[in-house]
């Protein structure tokens, strides 16, 4: 039994690691996988969030040629972000290991971290029926930003960013930050209407007029929003 609630004392204390990793190889289209996390892009730069397991492999591959870039053992702590590179041998080089001292802006959060352990700065919070979400800080938001862009369809970018904001909250000025990677208005319409309900100052959903290309997607998000 003690062992048991020692287990679920550090789960509830602990934050999921992060892990940043960059590929010094050609340029070209790599496809990796971290826990159960798969990330596509032409960069060579991937993040991987809310890593739970501790340690798992990182597998990269090349697109075109399926040429294994990189199987390497990676340990990622609690309460960590690990950023390193795979070298020109396939090898994992650390580069950085920072504390992360915020508690996830993924995850609902739990006020008892915050009560009990000084040492982790208090979000802001925005009380959405009974539960309360942390509003995202400007720095986590541009690492999502990044991440967002880095898909190359908007089909991506749109699934990304919604199951992303339903975790957390944002401003009206983030979101509009968003819709602004879309290609299409289209999509920067779904968007919008999406993440109307996890806005935390929908007083400022005036900003996305400027999102769209055409006054017909701004006039059918107003005509959303005014039967909310």
């Given at each position: 039994?003690?062992?048991t609630l020692v287990a679920m004392f550090v789960f509830m204390?602990?934050?999921?690691?992060?892990l940043y990793v960059?590929?010094?190889?050609?340029p070209g289209s790599y496809y990796a996988t971290f826990e159960n996390q798969a990330v596509y892009n032409n960069s060579g730069i991937?993040?991987?969030f809310e890593l739970i397991g501790d340690h798992s492999n990182l597998l990269v591959r090349h697109q075109v040629s399926q040429q294994v870039m990189a199987n390497v053992h990676i340990s990622v702590p609690y309460n960590q972000r690990v950023i390193g590179e795979i070298n020109t041998f396939g090898q994992f080089i650390l580069i950085e290991s920072q504390p992360l001292n915020y508690i996830s802006w993924y995850a609902q959060q739990n006020p008892f971290v915050v009560q009990?352990?000084?040492?982790i700065c208090p979000p802001m919070t925005h009380p959405i029926g009974m539960m309360s979400y942390q509003q995202l800080s400007e720095a986590d938001y541009q690492a999502f930003l990044e991440h967002v862009e880095d898909e190359v369809f908007d089909s991506g970018k749109l699934a990304t960013a919604q199951n992303f904001v339903k975790k957390t909250r944002m401003s009206a000025e983030q979101i509009k930050g968003?819709?602004?990677?879309?290609t299409f208005d289209e999509s920067r319409l779904r968007w919008a209407k999406f993440a109307y309900d996890y806005c935390y100052n929908p007083?400022?959903?005036?900003?996305l007029d400027d999102a769209f290309t055409f006054s017909s997607n701004r006039d059918?998000?107003?005509a959303y929003i005014a039967k909310k």
């Open positions: 039994m003690i062992p204390t602990s934050q999921a690691g992060e960059k590929i010094n190889s050609t991937f993040r991987f009990n352990h000084p040492g968003i819709a602004d990677v879309f007083a400022n959903y005036y900003k059918a998000l107003k």
